[in-house]
């Protein structure tokens, strides 16, 4: 079973710059859903997607925007990146059902210079 | 207002003892779920336990098991036989929602430190 895989693992760039995290969910995982989590603090929900719609979403705003692909694979899109952005960026797929735990990648550190 | 509430920043346990983590929530939804999750200094966020708001007996995996009190709204992480590869940050998360629209909320954490 592959687990979650998110790349790059660590980016740095520069404010007002656009950038693209990209993560492959686990096997068998229909559902995708993105954190930010600032050093020190828990993660923050962003959005999720489910069926290559977004069917959920955090106090972010729209400058964050992300895509599912039919093999659930998935992109997260950050625009006129801001110092504070700065953070670990963690993906996590899941089953739909109720009691399924969010499986996470070891994330992508991101830095805005 | 905070919908997950860790209050312990950091704790310390002697190895081999039993740590209790506390976490509250407050939520409306009468369905809702919660977990917990350990994140080591490496990053990753490992599941460790979920408990449903219908479940009637307490979650237990291995040595964690959740102590939850369904009026008091808090769902407790209970470790037992503390081990050095303990240490870590430890989450506890809500998934509340409709099903198909669910959010996750994170709390704050709680850095454990095992002592050997």
């Known amino acids: 079973e592959t687990g979650v895989t998110q790349s790059p693992t660590h980016l740095i760039k520069t404010r007002g710059q656009q950038v693209t995290l990209r993560c492959s969910s686990q096997s068998g995982h229909n559902t995708v859903s993105w954190y930010q989590q600032a050093l020190g603090q828990g993660p923050q929900f962003i959005f999720q997607?489910?069926?290559?719609?977004?069917?959920g979403r955090g106090n972010f705003p729209p400058r964050f925007s992300g895509l599912q692909f039919p093999n659930y694979s998935s992109e997260l899109n950050v625009n006129a990146l801001e110092l504070d952005d700065s953070a670990l960026y963690l993906c996590?797929?899941?089953?739909?059902?109720?009691?399924?735990?969010?499986?996470f990648g070891n994330g992508t550190r991101l830095t805005v210079t | 207002a905070q919908k997950i509430t860790q209050t312990q920043p950091g704790m310390f346990v002697q190895e081999k003892e039993a740590v209790t983590l506390d976490c509250t929530y407050d939520t409306s939804d009468p369905s809702y779920g919660l977990f917990w999750y350990k994140q080591p200094s490496s990053g990753e966020m490992i599941f460790l336990i979920y408990?449903?708001?219908?479940?009637?007996q307490n979650a237990t995996e291995g040595r964690y098991s959740l102590n939850f009190q369904k009026a008091r709204k808090s769902a407790n992480l209970v470790i037992s036989a503390s081990q050095l590869g303990d240490s870590a940050m430890y989450f506890c998360a809500m998934r509340e929602g409709p099903s198909g629209t669910y959010k996750y909320i994170f709390g704050t954490g709680t850095r454990l430190k095992v002592l050997a």
């Open positions: 997607y489910y069926r290559e719609e977004e069917n």
């Open positions: 996590a797929s899941s089953l739909q059902g109720a009691n399924s735990p969010l499986h």
């Open positions: 408990q449903g708001s219908y479940d009637q």
